[in-house]
Each structure stands twice: as C-alpha cells, then as structure tokens.
C-alpha cells in the first residue's frame, strides 16, 4: 500500500493520474474523465482509526 500518493490532472486531456509517490509508479489513469469546463476540486476520504492525510504542493 503506498504511503505517498501523487495525483496528476490533465485539464485539456480529461485525464487524471493516481502515482505512488515513492516508487513513481502508475497506480491507476482515468482515461475518459470529462469536465466541460467546470472547475475541479479534491474530495479526500481517510479510512480508519488513527489515519491521518497531510497535502503538499
């Protein structure tokens, strides 16, 4: 399980890239994401007793 996690969006493409940030490797692409010009936000889920998230630029 990673324990850094890299999100990478490409607006133009509808593509959004999920990274282990240790390894640098792919975890997962949506390929066909769609946003029609709408703004973008995060939206984090944290699971379980004592899980914690920190965000970095």
Known sequence: VP???RV???????????FDADRRSLIFTFAAA???????WPWFLVWGEGAQITLKP
């Open 3 to 5: 324990r850094r996690v």
């Open 8 to 18: 990478s969006l490409d607006y133009e493409k509808g593509q959004v890239d999920f």
């Open 34 to 40: 769609a946003f029609h010009g709408q703004s973008v």
